[in-house]
């Protein structure tokens, strides 16, 4: 009986994994719900928590990066979906302490973020994707030595901004057909402007808020 027990729990606690692992968090609106809120807290008040938001972008960076360089290196295979989890869970964890502990970590992984946010809708050519990006991460790690708060404002506030508006056109996105709902592509004049309206109140308002956090 226990052994029956015992292999009853460990095969629902392998199907759960494989639940989490396999599902499609973006197949309807409520994910993009609560994008939305999450980025519109950090457009808006993204220096006073800057070392959770900062940590929790490292998390993301490292979550999905090192899928990407262990499908490079074409390793992908020689992992299960189980373990491929835990080095993709493991590998934010340790991002997200690193960033905690020294915030520089996580404005290049926020700035490089943020590269690959905005690119991908101008630049066709996925070679120049994380090249740019890089060099956008860099530069944006370098100003954040000579202006810590005014780069933080203003990193939190593009990328909230930015985020809420690609999470508001995938709400739009994922109305029932019956409302035919139709909208500019995401590329659209309209929506960068959007973003970058949204981006400037941001950070207009996180400035004239009295901030908690990083020194000037």
């Known amino acids: 009986m226990g052994a029956e027990w015992e292999a009853q729990i460990d095969g629902a606690f392998h199907d759960l994994i494989r639940q989490v692992v396999t599902a499609n968090y973006q197949s309807g609106p409520l994910y993009y719900m609560v994008l939305f809120v999450a980025a519109a807290y950090v457009c808006l008040e993204g220096y006073r928590v800057y070392r959770v938001a900062l940590s929790a972008i490292a998390f993301y960076f490292g979550f999905t990066r090192v899928t990407e360089l262990l499908a490079f290196l074409k390793l992908t295979e020689k992992f299960g979906t189980e373990q491929l989890l835990m080095i993709e869970a493991g590998a ?23 590269g ?9 050519n996925s070679v120049w994707k994380p090249i740019l990006s890089t060099v956008a991460a860099g530069i944006t790690g370098f100003l954040c030595m000579k202006s810590t708060r005014m780069v933080i404002v203003t990193l939190t506030a593009v990328i909230g901004g930015f985020t809420m508006v690609t999470a ?20 659209s004049p309209i929506w960068l402007a959007g973003k970058i309206l949204l981006s400037i109140a941001g950070a207009n308002i996180q400035g004239k808020s009295a901030p ?4 000037d």
Request: hydrophobic share 55%; no cysteine.
């Open 168 to 187: 508001f056109i995938g709400m739009l996105n994922n109305f029932p057909a019956t409302y035919n709902i139709r909208i500019p592509p995401a590329n």
């Open 92 to 114: 934010g964890l340790i991002l997200a302490f690193v960033a905690w502990k020294i915030f520089l970590v996580g404005v290049f992984a926020a700035g490089y973020q943020l």
């Open 116 to 124: 690959m946010q905005i690119l991908p809708q101008y630049f066709d």
């Open 212 to 215: 908690r956090g990083a020194d």
